[in-house]
């Protein structure tokens, strides 16, 4: 608000009337000062709040200065101010100092036993803090030893071999034109069998193709790899059985070279063999599990014993027929089949049960020179029901492997 130098004996003051006045500015009235003071120009409208502490205050100045008049009295207007006075001499009323309020009494915001909870969580808070700004030793950063690998590496002596029921059986249960097409596929290509796999159906096989793709493209470093799933010539019973063999192409002659040489790859999500399109004769006719064996000597006793059970009425005469077609056919029957059952081989395989005890497995192979599917079918069903029992390792229990 101006500040008026003082120069006169007057006051200007508002006179509210207690409801403001919609059709004018508020009223005002001079009044003569006892003494000359600083004039103040104060032309202050209350809100409605506050407009009763304004009569009020109106009220008690009119009264010094008039005496008898009474606020409910100001109807009328205001008296002109006296001649020869001006704006300078007039000075506003002395202000209305409030009473003070009564002292509130004080009470801690926390109790004597949250204060103390509060400084034993400040006092952790604190120490957690002092711990993270500390520095941490200087550890030197672990790496993988160099000569960690993430397939499994190839044996000294190559993985063993895998053995079919038949020469063709990589294309076991695959649609037959399909397999045509396949074979007349320019460029090379490989076919692959993923391990402890069967028949799926086209939703499941699908993440099988995208795991294999990726995989062979880790294990040498290539891109562009297409795989191929088979068509089931016959939908099978079961998931366990045939086809499983996927048509890996669009990839060098190098790269289809090193997945054949090492024929087995597995890793951490899959693993799968490296076939050919070659056929290859069959060797393997099952296992048996459940002799005591533990020396070579227990060995050629098993040896003996498959041999002399090959050789009864059950199985000579399936022999004979199946390798009437081979390079042992100008022998006669006897000769051949003595010759075919000197090929037998026996190899103890050491597998460990979930409880770690030992459960040995003699696998049985027989190298002859025929290509007769059927027929070699056959003589293995005549092998699965032979019962081999001795005193001295115990009975055995056969297993198609």
């Known amino acids: 608000m101006p500040v008026i130098p003082p120069a006169s004996t007057a006051t200007l003051e508002t006179v509210a009337s207690g409801v403001p006045d919609s059709t004018g500015p508020a009223k005002c009235r001079l009044h003569k000062a006892p003494q000359s003071s600083t004039v103040v120009w104060d032309n202050e409208t209350e809100k409605a709040s506050n407009e009763g502490s304004e009569i009020e205050r109106s009220g008690k100045r009119q009264h010094s200065d008039q005496g008898q008049n009474n606020l409910h009295e100001h109807t009328s207007p205001p008296a002109a101010p006296a001649a ?14 409030p009473l003070p309020a009564p002292p509130v009494e004080q009470k801690p915001f926390l109790s004597e036993t949250e204060i103390q909870a509060k400084d034993n969580f400040l006092a952790r808070l604190q120490a957690k803090a002092a711990k993270a ?60 069998q993923p391990l402890g796999h069967g028949y799926y159906p086209p939703a499941v096989v699908q993440e099988i193709v995208g795991l294999l793709k990726t995989t062979i493209e880790d294990i040498l470093g290539c891109a562009g790899v297409k795989i191929t799933a088979p068509i089931a010539a016959a939908i099978p019973n079961s998931p366990d059985h045939a086809p499983y063999t996927y048509l890996v192409r669009n990839i060098s002659e190098d790269v289809a070279a090193k997945l054949i040489e090492q024929g087995c790859w597995v890793s951490k999500k899959i693993g799968f063999l490296v076939y050919t ?71 103890m395989v050491n597998i460990h049960a979930p409880g770690g005890s030992l459960r040995p497995i003699a696998n049985l192979y027989i190298n002859c020179s025929f290509d007769n599917d059927e027929g070699w079918t056959r003589l293995v069903n005549a092998i699965a029901k032979l019962e081999y029992r001795n005193s001295l390792i115990g009975t055995g229990v056969y297993h198609p492997g």
């Open 133 to 192: 700004v500390t520095p941490a030793p200087n550890l030197p950063p672990q790496t993988s030893p160099a000569d960690t690998a993430q397939y499994t590496p190839c044996p000294a002596n190559g993985f063993p071999l895998v053995h079919g029921w038949n020469s063709t059986h990589p294309f076991d249960n695959i649609d037959y034109t399909q397999i045509v097409d396949w074979l007349q596929l320019p460029g090379p290509r490989i076919f692959v």
């Open 84 to 97: 020869g006075d001006s704006l300078s001499d007039f000075q506003p009323s002395p202000p209305v100092t």
């Open 277 to 347: 399109a070659q056929t290859s004769l069959p060797t393997y006719v099952g296992g048996i599990q459940g002799f005591s064996a533990s020396d070579e000597e227990d060995i050629a006793t098993i040896r003996s014993l498959v041999q002399r059970g090959f050789s009864g009425p059950e199985i000579a005469p399936i022999i004979a027929e199946i390798s009437a077609e081979g390079d042992l056919r100008h022998l006669p029957e006897e000769e051949c089949i003595t010759k075919i059952l000197d090929t037998l081989g026996v190899q």
